[in-house]
């Protein structure tokens, strides 16, 4: 069974961390593109982050470039984001996904070029 389940999300105030993780199972996790992206409340869905599968080439959303980290652990089948500086506009629910077939540079920042998805964490940026 493909699944992706992730964890990690919680309350931060501005300006802080939060370390998302997603571990995924039931397929190859080394040969994937993976990715990160999010849902506030009432707004569509918004593309994160990407990484290739051999974790190459990362790509971030300007709104948080500079202030998220994207990475995989191959070996153990688990990908992260690590979000520093933490803005109230970043309060959204976060959904790791693999990307269908083979990961390109404008194909990694579409949403619909993933084709698995999991449940979502919650993270809520509030003082």
């Known amino acids: 069974q493909v699944q992706l389940v992730e964890s990690g999300g919680g309350l931060a105030q501005p300006g802080g961390s939060l370390r998302l993780s997603c571990v995924a199972s039931?397929?190859?996790?080394?040969?994937?593109?993976m990715g990160w992206a999010r849902q506030a409340p009432g707004k569509g869905l918004e593309w994160v982050s990407g990484i290739y599968s051999d974790g190459s080439e990362r790509y971030y959303a300007d709104s948080v470039k500079g202030r998220f980290t994207i990475s995989r652990d191959n070996a153990k089948n688990t990908l992260y984001l690590e979000m520093r500086n933490l803005q109230v506009e970043d309060t959204a629910r976060y959904f790791c996904?693999?990307?269908?077939?083979?990961?390109?540079?404008?194909?990694?920042?579409?949403?619909?070029?993933?084709?698995?998805w999991g449940q979502g964490t919650q993270v809520t940026v509030a003082t």
């Open positions: 996904a693999k990307v269908k077939g083979t990961a390109t540079m404008t194909g990694i920042r579409r949403p619909e070029n993933y084709d698995v």
């Open positions: 039931g397929f190859t996790f080394s040969r994937a593109g």
